[in-house]
């Protein structure tokens, strides 16, 4: 698999930001769905998520996210259970490279990207995209880290 230098564009992003324990995103992603179907909206693309560690070990803050069919209007506490929307999220330039082995760590494909950048001049911008893609009922994560700047 090689890394591509691509652009990355959204519309009607709906997020949920939380604490949870390594590699345990998905259980947001479940509150997320439930959230959708509940307001009668339906995802139009992957979802994905961005981590950030915390000072607990093995825990991290997530930030999941998914492109849905229409703006979001909050009511009631909604907004204060932590979801977010965005209207548009737009990244003109990044690189990205297909994470295959669920099993292997993502920072060895932050690593990579992070080579690759810095052998091509460039500053990536943190925190990275993983992209979940659901292949043959088994998983994928497209990494996609925005360029922040030529050097």
């Known amino acids: ?8 564009q959204l519309s009607n992003v709906l997020s949920l930001k ?6 345990e995103w998905y259980l947001i992603g479940l509150e997320m769905r439930k959230f959708i179907v509940k307001h009668d909206y339906y995802p139009t693309g ?3 998520f961005t981590s950030e560690p915390t000072k607990i070990k093995d825990t991290y803050i997530y930030n999941v996210s998914m492109p849905i ?3 979001v209007i909050f009511e009631g506490d909604d907004e204060n259970k932590g979801f977010t929307f965005t209207q548009k999220l737009s990244f003109p330039d990044g690189l990205m490279f297909r994470h ?5 760590p993502l920072e060895k494909t932050y690593l990579l990207l992070q080579s690759a950048a810095e052998q091509n001049m460039l500053v990536l911008e943190k925190p990275f995209l993983n992209i979940f893609l659901d292949v043959y009922n088994d998983g994928v994560i497209d990494v996609f880290a925005p360029i922040k700047a030529v050097k």
């Open 18 to 23: 939380q604490k949870a324990k390594v590699y």
């Open 69 to 71: 069919n229409a703006p």
């Open 100 to 104: 295959l082995d669920m099993d292997e």
């Open 46 to 48: 992957p979802i994905f």
């Open 1 to 8: 698999m090689k890394i591509e230098k691509t652009s990355l």
